[in-house]
């Protein structure tokens, strides 16, 4: 139903969520967005949605102004992190080594001494495990879904660095990513930037630091291109509206209150 409604269905944003929690429909509701409620159907679409009402979530309402600021600026720095990491550092150890400190620079080629693979297989062939492992998690109950991830995720990382497949500054840049990516509370977006993460590697692994700025270049034009029913997608930071940007990452007046006789 998605690909009939949205305005863009051959990109990998989503430009409407899905959610069967009555509290995410009420504040929608109230923000005077558009809900679809479907007969046999548990879930209800909301639209129009952008990218900052995706990184948001129900309690951060409830939050105290200074803590819900830090929470929604940690989820846009860790949508930065775990997107461009392992692009980055296959961009400087396999094209720029002389950007990194010289003791880095010797720790990280010590590492991959043995290994036999070339900088972006290597780190290709990670991110893949981990996004494998990440949808078997999924599809397992809940009380075995979780054990399976870890106890999997550690078995494995261990089992590849000492069969000399992958380097541990690998593993600890794989282990990042995939911290930072599980710091957003919509699957969908998720998985969007999980596909940015692949397509910034491979142009990274053809042309270097280039090739990264390249790719970001290609999808912050993509982003601001992207509109869900008339709405820009980046709005309020583009086109910008400092007073709604502002009210987006600190609510004091929200959370002032006044003092009672």
């Known amino acids: 139903m998605q690909k009939k409604i949205v305005d863009y269905p051959l990109s990998m944003f989503p430009q409407v969520y899905e959610t069967e929690r009555p509290d995410y429909t009420s504040i929608a509701l109230g923000q005077g967005k558009i809900v679809l409620v479907v007969d046999n159907s548990t879930f209800s679409v909301v639209l129009p949605a952008t990218l900052f009402n995706l990184i948001e979530i129900s309690p951060d309402n409830f939050r105290m102004a200074l803590d819900n600021s830090f929470i929604r600026m940690l989820r846009i720095v860790s949508i930065l992190v775990a997107t ?108 969007s930037w999980r596909i940015a993460r692949y397509l910034l590697v491979l142009m990274s692994s053809l042309l270097g630091i280039f090739g990264l700025i390249i790719g970001i270049a290609y999808l912050t034009f993509h982003l601001c291109n992207l509109s869900s029913f008339g709405k820009p997608y980046l709005s309020p930071a583009t086109p910008l509206n400092p007073k709604e940007l502002w009210n987006l990452f600190s609510r004091l007046k929200n959370n002032q209150f006044s003092k009672t006789k």
Do not use: K
């Not at 900088?119 to 494998?132: G, K």
């Open 84 to 191: 461009i990491l392992p692009a980055l550092y296959v961009a400087l150890v396999g094209y720029h080594p002389e950007l990194l400190p010289t003791t880095l620079a010797l720790t990280i080629a010590e590492s991959r001494n043995n290994i036999p693979f070339p900088i972006y297989l290597e780190a290709i062939m990670m991110i893949f495990a981990l996004d494998v492992l990440v949808e078997a998690s999924l599809r397992l109950p809940s009380f075995v879904g979780q054990t399976i991830g870890i106890v999997g995720g550690l078995v494995i990382g261990q089992a590849a660095v000492e069969a000399g497949l992958v380097s541990n500054t690998m593993i600890i840049v794989s282990a990042s990513t995939a911290i930072t990516s599980f710091t957003l509370p919509t699957w969908h977006l998720i998985s």
